[in-house]
């Protein structure tokens, strides 16, 4: 058994996975939010819950893969991997040559955050194209991959939910609200202007940016999207091919298990 760890901006998602016969299937998935005061022992503690609902225990697990973009957490998640699970296999995205086989084009290839790489590597290996995988988390992404394999680069924008958050707190009227598709374009009432204004404004966005690399690109892109609004946005955004909520996670535990051949190899 393995866990693939995603430690975001604004969530952790854990996943569990089961290798049998050179066949992997994920097993569960859960997500936390991501807090920084949360020790070790709070994680192994939640862990253990999750685990036991499985009838598994720590030390059912042979493995940990991590990917972090927040430092402070990926500095917990290693004591917690060595603490409670010292009988697995530790590996960190960016520790110990941990990364995958890719060029990376862009000026400061060591800015690039983890959960970006690992998009990009594991998009590829699977679609085996040209890509643009549309990421809706906590900023959303565009992460722009050729017919080569090579990351080239990409574009940030503001999240869903950050936007959504920003909006009624700079606004002494305008109530957060439920990101969701309106039944018309036309809001009626102050609610439903903004689920417009945040739905349709998403899919002009995607839409806007995703057309502009395409011009520059040149290239048959497949556009991929992933993330937590990416089923709703997929529905009315037709530019989008295809829905893949799992390709982190999946990504982690193929690298995981590609270095652990490697290694046998030498």
Request: charged share 15%; net charge negative; proline share 3%.
């Amino acid at each position: 058994m393995l866990l693939a760890i995603d430690s975001g901006n604004s969530n952790i998602v854990i996943a569990l996975y089961s290798h049998q016969k050179d066949e992997l299937e994920q097993k569960a998935v859960w997500r936390l939010q991501n807090l920084t005061h949360r020790t070790a022992d709070e994680y192994a503690a939640l862990l253990q819950q999750f685990l036991a609902s499985k009838q598994l225990g720590m030390n059912d697990i042979k493995g940990i893969a991590i990917s972090s973009v927040v430092p402070l957490v990926e500095t917990c998640l290693i004591l917690l991997a060595k603490t409670y699970f010292s009988d697995a296999t530790l590996k960190v995205v960016g520790h110990d040559n941990f990364l995958p086989t890719m060029t990376v084009l862009i000026d400061e290839p060591q800015q690039l955050g983890a959960d970006r790489l690992i998009n990009g590597f594991y998009g590829y290996r699977l679609y085996q194209s040209p890509l643009i995988i549309v990421d809706f988390g906590t900023a959303t992404t565009f992460d722009v991959i050729n017919k080569d394999g090579e990351y080239c680069g990409g574009v940030i924008a503001p999240g869903i939910n950050l936007s959504m958050q920003a909006l009624a707190q700079g606004t002494a009227k305008l109530p957060m609200g439920q990101f969701k598709k309106p039944k018309n374009i036309i809001g009626t009432s102050t609610a439903t202007a903004m689920q417009s204004g945040f739905f349709y404004g998403t899919i002009g966005i995607v839409e806007s940016i995703i057309t502009r690399i395409q011009a520059q690109m040149q290239e048959n892109i497949k556009i991929i999207a992933t993330g937590g609004h990416a089923p709703l946005i997929a529905q009315t955004c037709t530019m989008i091919e295809h829905v893949n909520t799992n390709i982190i996670l999946d990504g982690l535990v193929c690298l995981y298990h590609e270095t652990n051949e490697m290694n046998e190899i030498k």
